[in-house]
């Protein structure tokens, strides 16, 4: 029997090209369908909107295929962020950390040694390509529920998907924040949360906060971080607000993302 070399792929997944008004960048986009999506037109879902999907893509995807079949959380449309990038793997993954540094963190630093070639500070503009390009297309072309957006994303990720919650907090009903890279740019995000909360005393989402309890290091204090950034969101007494905060025993910054996508995920859908 000839065995023939074909690309792996997911199933019920599309890839499509998408190009941003506000960053000379095209972004690869995949978008995974529910196994109810075809017999059942008249439906429409929740949709997670993924960030770093050029490496979390796939696991999110079987995350929200197999849950679902218990029960614990109601079908979803995932749809990933990602880059053009492809193989080989290696500089692949190269040109995808130097993108999603630039499009990830909210404000610009000055290069280091370990970072030199990377652009910083292109949070506002990634947060307007979601909003003007992406959000739209999406709701065009698929029966994505307007009414129930989440957004997901880990480390670099979550330090995104804060900054969009305090500026753009109406855009998504849940925000899940996967170890959130808090330390970055001086704090930044604690003062973002404080300007937020000089002028607004009502936050209308669910917030997921996650953290590997082995994530504790003398130059990234991210459990400690963790918990005085969560202390502070429920000091203020947001109306409206949901927190669930999730501590992954055992787990290092780079073991926690499965742990934590799966209860943030099941935190803020199984609530519908």
């Known amino acids: ?13 599309e890839v499509r090209t998408l ?40 696991m999110i995807v079987d995350i929200t295929r197999v849950m679902p079949l218990c029960g614990q959380f109601p079908e979803t449309i995932v749809v ?17 950390e130097h993108l999603r540094t630039r499009d990830l963190t909210p404000v610009a630093e000055a290069p280091t040694e370990a970072s030199q070639s990377h652009e910083t500070g292109g949070a506002a503009k990634f947060l307007s390509f979601i909003q003007t390009d992406l959000i739209p297309t999406i709701e065009r072309d698929y029966r994505a ?3 129930s ?15 969009a919650l305090f500026h753009q907090p109406q855009l998504f009903k849940s925000y899940i924040a996967g ?3 808090l330390w970055y740019g001086d704090k930044v995000t604690f003062t973002y949360e404080a300007a937020y909360a000089a002028v607004q005393s009502v936050l209308p989402v669910h917030l997921y906060l996650g953290v590997g309890a082995e994530e504790e290091h003398v130059d990234a204090a991210m459990v400690s ?17 949901s927190l669930t905060k999730y501590v992954a025993e055992n787990c290092t910054h780079c073991a926690s993302p499965a742990h934590l996508f799966q209860a943030g995920i099941q935190a803020v859908l199984a609530e519908r």
């Open 1 to 13: 029997m000839a065995i023939t070399d074909v690309k792996a792929t997911l199933l019920a997944t």
């Open 19 to 58: 190009t941003a008004h506000t960053i000379p960048q095209d972004f690869r986009i995949s978008v995974a369908l529910p196994r109810p999506y075809a017999s059942h037109p008249e439906k429409s879902y929740p949709t997670i909107y993924l960030t770093d999907a050029t490496i979390f893509f796939g």
């Open 80 to 96: 990933g962020i990602g880059y053009p990038v492809d193989e080989p793997l290696d500089e692949a993954m190269q040109q995808w």
């Open 145 to 147: 529920d307007p009414a």
């Open 149 to 163: 957006r989440v957004l997901a994303g880990y480390s670099f990720g979550g330090l995104f998907v804060l900054y």
């Open 179 to 181: 170890s959130p890279s």
């Open 225 to 241: 971080d963790f918990y005085q950034f969560a202390a502070r969101v429920e000091s203020r007494k947001y109306e409206g607000l």
